[in-house]
């Protein structure tokens, strides 16, 4: 597990949390049309298939998962860096 000191520099912070799928992504999608190359976004999750979900969106889409952090309150922060 990473340590908070080894985090991304987050440009963008976007809180998808209670949302189901397909719209966390659809979020994300949308957050990272608004960042230039190389920036990073994080994304607040609570659906149980986001962590798969971020993983095919990533290889789909070519942007970077970063990482992937669960939260003791069952909530899931997604670090994307734009391609």
């Known amino acids: 597990m990473m340590m908070c000191s ?36 994080s994304v607040l999750t609570t659906d149980s298939h986001a962590l798969r979900d971020f993983q095919a969106f990533s290889r789909q889409t070519g942007n970077t998962l970063l990482a992937q952090l669960e939260q003791s309150d069952g909530h899931l922060l997604h670090y994307m860096q734009r391609r």
Not at 18 to 33: D, H, N, Q, V, Y
């Open 6 to 41: 080894d985090l991304p520099h987050v440009d963008l912070h976007i809180d998808a949390s209670g949302l189901t799928c397909p719209l966390p992504i659809l979020r994300t999608k949308k957050a990272l049309a608004q960042l230039e190359s190389g920036q990073v976004l």
